[in-house]
């Protein structure tokens, strides 16, 4: 048996598997966008010419844009002090990575909402100091979604940097050092573009998920700051008009596997960028 033969068997439940719990439902939501109500684009059309829709997706990819630069950069800071700091760093550092994922994302929502409401410990702390008159409107807007969010993915982004940073040649960290390079300058100009595959693995990562979010956009947005995920829920539960939602899955699908596509010819490894 050829080796080929054996990883064909090997991977092929795999494939299977996952074609049978992504593909064919995917392939369901296509049917669904060009025969509900009736067959034909026109659910498309509405999507791409709805002002509404428009408006929900240039939020979505503006709040998920700015989510992913926050993220990376808190991530690189964060992954900078866990595979260089002093061991008691690394330590605590490890426990702040790990503690957030044993929280579910509907108790860190409700946490921030608690935080950052009206009436909420922010500005009840801010008032009772005597810096505000009026509470600060932290919530059901933008702020809160991109706050909810950014808490939630930064973790994501720390994996893939501290792995760029953990496989470094430290013999190029010395040899600029050695030619009379600061560390400002080895940081800036040595240091950061040889993690540059994790940063853009960081942002990859972020942004994908944060395309998907729907429980923290729902509850610190409060209905004001509407995302993608959100709508569709709309439009199945409450409209309801699946066609519409169907095609604005298969849209955003769409949209972000041809980014993934360009993102990763552009900055393929090894490959020129």
């Known amino acids: ?7 064909a068997i090997l991977v092929g439940p795999l494939l299977l598997f996952l074609a049978l719990i992504y593909v064919l439902p995917f392939l369901g939501v296509i049917r669904w966008s060009v025969t509900l109500p009736e067959l034909g684009l026109d659910q498309y059309r509405t999507a791409l010419n709805d002002p509404l829709v428009l408006s929900v997706f240039w939020r979505t990819l503006r709040i998920c844009a700015l989510v992913t630069v926050l993220c990376v950069s ?5 992954a900078l002090v866990w595979v260089r700091g002093s061991p008691l760093a690394r330590l605590l550092t490890e426990l702040c990575i790990l503690i957030p994922f044993w929280i579910s994302v509907l108790t860190r929502a ?4 608690a935080l950052l409401s009206n009436r ?7 008032q009772s100091a005597g810096l505000l008159d009026d509470p600060l409107r932290m919530v059901r807007n933008e702020f809160g979604v991109v706050v909810g969010m950014t808490h939630f993915l930064i ?3 720390v994996f893939p940097i501290a792995s760029a940073m953990r496989s470094l040649d430290e013999r190029i960290i010395m040899a600029a050092r050695g030619m009379g390079a600061g560390r400002i300058r080895v940081f800036w ?3 950061v573009p040889m993690t540059g595959p994790g940063i ?8 994908v998920f944060a395309l998907g979010f729907f429980v923290t956009p729902a509850i610190l947005g409060g209905g004001r700051s509407v995302l993608v995920a959100e709508l569709i829920y709309l439009r199945i539960f409450q409209s309801p008009d699946w066609g519409l939602a169907a095609a604005v899955s298969v849209i955003l699908m769409v949209s972000v596997g041809a980014l993934l596509a360009l ?3 552009q900055f393929r490894p090894g490959g020129s960028q």
Not at 110 to 113: A, D, E, I, Q
Not at 120 to 126: E, H, K, P
């Open 74 to 78: 808190a991530g690189y800071l964060v």
């Open 110 to 113: 409700f946490g921030w909402l």
């Open 1 to 7: 048996m050829s080796a080929v033969t054996k990883s």
């Open 120 to 126: 909420g410990l922010v500005n009840g702390w801010l």
């Open 189 to 191: 100009q040595v240091f």
């Open 200 to 207: 853009l693995g960081a942002a990859l990562l972020v942004f």
């Open 263 to 265: 993102l990763l010819r």
């Open 155 to 157: 973790p994501f982004a």
